[in-house]
């Protein structure tokens, strides 16, 4: 059972790292330069922006968004405890953690709530966190994965596999259709505002440019109810 644990520790710790060095930091650049084009068509020249990340990780992604809009004020929620080094450093104020489920914070706080590749990793639960979301914003800006049958999915679920196992997040079995993810934020009531089908993010490695197509990218903008929902 020790010599198990080492092993699985150790192939973690290599797996993160052969992510961090492939993938993750052009993967959050190509994103964030997107998701701020977008997140600043929603702006209507404020001066102050609030924001929201539900699953942040490493917050980078927020980070580098409030790089390019100055006028956005985050706050970035995700499942783990922050240690003590980390919550006596000013860059981890904006942090909460959350459970998963109730988001910690009152209704229509935010201009913009971001999902950020987090749906999928939901499960049972996608639906209470999209509604929560819808709670607590304006706007709801998700970036997620289409699959288009088992090759898609199970490549889809490779990638997965690489950039968050090391991490202890959970591999989904199925990803969203088109039809699936439309009934999904119908239900929640949620208005469509603009959908971008097939992104680029691995044109930088040859191997997994050629496994993988754009279309399995997607990031939409959605508009939710000016009062909250309310269950009848």
């Known amino acids: 059972m020790f010599f198990a644990s080492v092993l699985r520790d150790f192939f973690s ?4 790292d052969f992510h961090q060095k492939t993938s993750h930091s052009n ?23 609030s924001c929201l990340d539900i699953g942040c990780g490493d917050m980078n992604l927020a980070e580098l968004i409030h790089g390019s809009l100055p006028s956005t004020q985050w706050q970035c929620i995700d499942l783990y405890q922050l240690s003590q080094e980390q919550e006596n450093k000013e860059r ?4 909460s953690t959350f459970n998963g489920c109730d988001i910690p914070f009152d209704d229509k706080r935010f ?18 966190l999209l509604k929560e979301a ?27 596999f690489i950039g968050n196992w090391g991490y202890g997040v959970n591999i989904p079995s199925r990803y969203f259709t088109p039809m699936g993810f439309e009934e999904l934020y119908k239900q929640q009531h949620l208005t469509l505002v603009k959908s971008i089908v097939g992104i680029h993010l691995y044109d930088h490695l040859p191997i997994i ?8 990218q997607f990031i939409v903008v959605l508009k939710s109810n000016m009062n909250p929902i309310v269950d009848n």
């Not at 913009?112 to 209470?128: K, R, S, Y």
């Not at 819808?134 to 090759?151: M, P």
């Not at 050629?210 to 399995?216: A, E, F, G, I, Q």
């Open 13 to 16: 710790e290599k797996l993160v």
């Open 209 to 216: 440019r050629w496994l993988t197509r754009p279309k399995w």
């Open 134 to 160: 819808t709670r607590v914003a304006d706007y709801i800006v998700i970036k997620d994965h289409f699959e288009y049958g088992t090759v898609s999915r199970q490549l889809l679920r490779l990638m997965d």
């Open 27 to 49: 993967r959050i650049e190509i994103l964030s330069n997107l998701l701020a084009l977008e997140i600043k068509n929603l702006a209507e020249g404020e001066d102050r922006f």
């Open 111 to 128: 201009k913009v709530a971001l999902l950020c590749d987090v749906l999928h990793h939901a499960g049972a639960n996608m639906a209470g």
């Open 92 to 95: 981890w104020k904006k942090y």
